[in-house]
Every structure is written in C-alpha cells, then in structure tokens.
C-alpha cells in the first residue's frame, strides 16, 4: 500500500533483499552483473537512468552499496577495489596539513598507507593505545579530522569503547571512523553506538568465501557520501560488478556464516587456553580476556579471530608446517580457517621495533577461524601443537 511504512526487518530479511530485490526487467531472482563500461544514451545529455560511464556509477555496484548501507545502519555507502582503496578514499578527502589520531596496533597495511604514502604528501598520524579513550582525546589537535579506530583490533585483538570515543570526537568535532572487518555488522553495529563512518575490507567475512578483494566506507551523512562519490569518480578504485556480485551472494548468508564462525571460535578459544603448549590466547569471548566485559557491552558475538602465543619463532614456525585442516595464509573471514604468522605476513611492514612497541611477539599465530567441523579444526591442532 503506498505510504505504508515497512516494518523494521531482521538483519537477515535485508541482507538477503534490500539491494538485492528482483531484476525488474526479466524478474531474475540474483542481481545481473552488469559487465559494461558505458551505457548508450537516447539523446545528448540524456543518459537512461542517470548511467554515463562505469567508474561513475554502475547498477550492480548501485545494488551492493544499498545492501551495505542496510545492513551497517548508514545513509550511504560507497564500495572501493580493496580495503586499502577504502581507506585511502577516505584520506582523499583530506588536505594537507590535517592530523589523524588512530590505534597503535591496526592492520599492518594501514601505517604502511599513512607513513609511506600520506605523509609525503603533508599528512600527519599520532599513533595511541586507542583502548584508553582519555588517550585518544590528548592526541587530538586543532588540525585532527579523523580519529581512527580498528576495534578488536588485528592482531592483539585489543578493544577500544566505541561510545566513548564517539561522545569524544562529537565534542571535538572531529569524524570518528571504525574499521569494523573482524566483527561484521551481524556482531557489531559502531553507527549506532556512535561513529561517523564505518569501512570495511569487504574480502574478509562479507564476502566470507576468499574469492574477492573490496573494501566499503558506510557513511552517516550526505557530504561524506558525496565527497566519497566524487573520490569514485575522480581516483577510480572502484569495485568491478562482478567483485560486487560475490559480495552481494556473501552477505545473504552473512547471518549463519557468523553464528558458525562464533561457535567455532568459541571452542578453538577455550581449546587453546588450556593447550599445555600454548602461553596465552587473545580472544575477547574469554573472561580473562581484559576487557570481556566492553566485548559484552558493544558486540553481540566475539567472532572468530584468535591470536595466541607459543613462545617462539621456532614453535610457530614448527606449527604452521604441519597444519592440515587449517590453511597457512593471510586473510580472515573466509569458510575455510585460515592461520597465519603476524611477524612475517600480515605486520611485517611493521619492522621488528615497530611490532615490538605494540607487543606482537615472533611466537604470536593468528588464527581466522572457518566454518568446518570444529572436531576437525581442534583435532588438526592438536596434532600441529604436538
Ligand atoms: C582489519 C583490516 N582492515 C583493512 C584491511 C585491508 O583490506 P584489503 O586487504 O581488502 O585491502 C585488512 C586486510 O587484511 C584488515 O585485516
């Protein structure tokens, strides 16, 4: 009935329709791929359905920002060729001279980004423990724009309170954004509890089966949308429709992938802490976890990435050869576990003084748990422990 209001849906009910409803013109059920670079137009300056050319806009990649935005609670979202592309897309929109307060410990390819490629061009980076907000707040400057956030974080799976921060960065007027790959928007909702913007490196559990990069910036706001679509346009990182399609065929089952994917890792956790040969496991779902009590609060699942400490180079080294079930390899979020070594893969960018500030050890294995049977991720880690 028209100017009926829809009801609010489960998260499911959107992740499998909103963006993804029928295609009008044959009915098919999965959005068409639309494989074009530029669209015909029936008379000058009248392009069907405002569709120019393929690195302004594209239907499939129209589709998927729709289903993103649904599912993360913004207005917008704007879809890049990777996560890096994501994150840089949002520095674009900066100028030199501004300042960016972030977290310590992120994905190593994130300082690589900052330090590398936009300090040379006049941008500054402050570098804190973003799990105390009063840190936070001291970084910030007249100049800062962005705080920046990485929450758990990747890999010492450390927490930093998103309300908090956001209550800090309203007050100081500066954007607040939250990296929020780990959890998922099925596990952790940062716009409602208070960010500015969400991205994503949709490789990991949105796509969810390893066969894809992309990356998404949600936003709260018109001027973030539109400056977004303008980098769109103006850099071209853009998501190709068929990376797009993956994603879209990923998110409908987004809500059983992560319950799986947190049973599992809830039983690898507790399995590794008791492991004579493993010295510590970093993983928010345990209660000596330091802060399972904010994992409580703001997430409604502690997912299924796991760091843990087996003393050595040497023993982690010994492990990962002789994993089985378990695939040695970067990434995370895919069905299929996934363990890797932080000090040489993933944070290596890091350099050895650079992990050691941030506590990332040699003996440190990060672990993504999949979606198998979880007897058979436990038994292949027994067996590789030794
Ligand atoms: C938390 C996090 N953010 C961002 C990225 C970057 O994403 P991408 O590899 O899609 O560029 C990664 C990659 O591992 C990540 O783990």
């Not at 239907?59 to 935005?69: A, G, H, I, S, W």
């Not at 907000?133 to 930093?160: F, H, Q, W």
């Not at 706001?221 to 769109?232: E, S």
């Amino acid at each position: 009935m028209s100017g009926e209001r829809r009801p609010v849906l489960g998260f499911s009910t959107r992740a499998i329709h909103d963006g993804q409803e029928p295609d009008p013109a044959t009915g098919a059920v999965s959005v068409p791929i639309y494989a074009t670079s530029t669209y015909v137009q029936d008379e000058l300056g009248k392009p069907r359905q405002g569709y120019e050319y393929a690195r302004v806009s594209n239907p499939t990649r129209d589709r998927l920002e729709k289903n993103l935005c649904s599912l993360e609670g913004g207005i917008a979202a704007r879809v890049f060729s990777s996560g890096m592309a994501a994150i840089h897309a949002i520095c674009a929109m900066y100028k030199t001279g501004d300042h960016v307060v972030c977290g310590h410990n992120l994905y190593g390819g994130v300082p690589r980004l900052f330090d590398q490629v936009l300090s040379g061009y006049g941008f500054q980076f402050t570098y804190v423990d973003t799990s105390n907000p009063e840190k936070v707040e001291g970084a910030i400057r007249p100049r800062t724009r962005m705080v920046y956030v990485e929450t758990p974080t990747n890999p010492l799976m450390a927490l930093s309170d998103i309300s908090t921060i956001g209550e800090i960065c309203r007050r100081k007027k500066v954007e607040f954004v939250v990296d929020n790959t780990f959890m998922s928007p099925f596990f952790q909702q940062p716009i409602a509890l208070g960010a500015d913007m969400v991205v994503h490196s949709t490789t990991k559990f949105l796509n969810g089966h390893s066969d894809g990069l992309g990356g998404v910036v949600v936003c709260t706001r018109q001027d973030q949308a539109d400056q977004l679509a303008f980098v769109q346009k103006a850099a071209g990182a853009v998501l190709s429709p068929f990376e797009c399609w993956l994603v879209l065929r990923g998110t409908k089952t987004l809500r059983v992938r992560m319950l799986q994917h947190d049973a599992n890792g809830r039983r690898v956790a507790e399995f590794l802490a008791q492991h004579k040969k493993v010295e510590k496991v970093f993983y928010p779902g345990l209660k000596d976890h330091p802060q399972h009590a904010l994992a409580k609060r703001q997430m409604s699942g502690f997912g299924a990435m796991i760091t843990f400490e087996t003393g050595s180079r040497a023993n982690a080294a010994r492990m990962l050869k002789r994993v089985r079930v378990c695939s040695l390899g970067e990434s995370l979020g895919g069905v299929e576990t996934l363990i890797s070594h932080p000090a040489t893969m993933t944070h290596a960018a890091l350099g050895e003084k650079g992990r050691a500030a941030i506590g990332i050890t040699d003996g440190m294995i990060r672990i993504s748990v999949g979606i198998e049977d979880v007897e058979d991720i436990l038994a292949d880690l027994d067996q590789a422990l030794g």
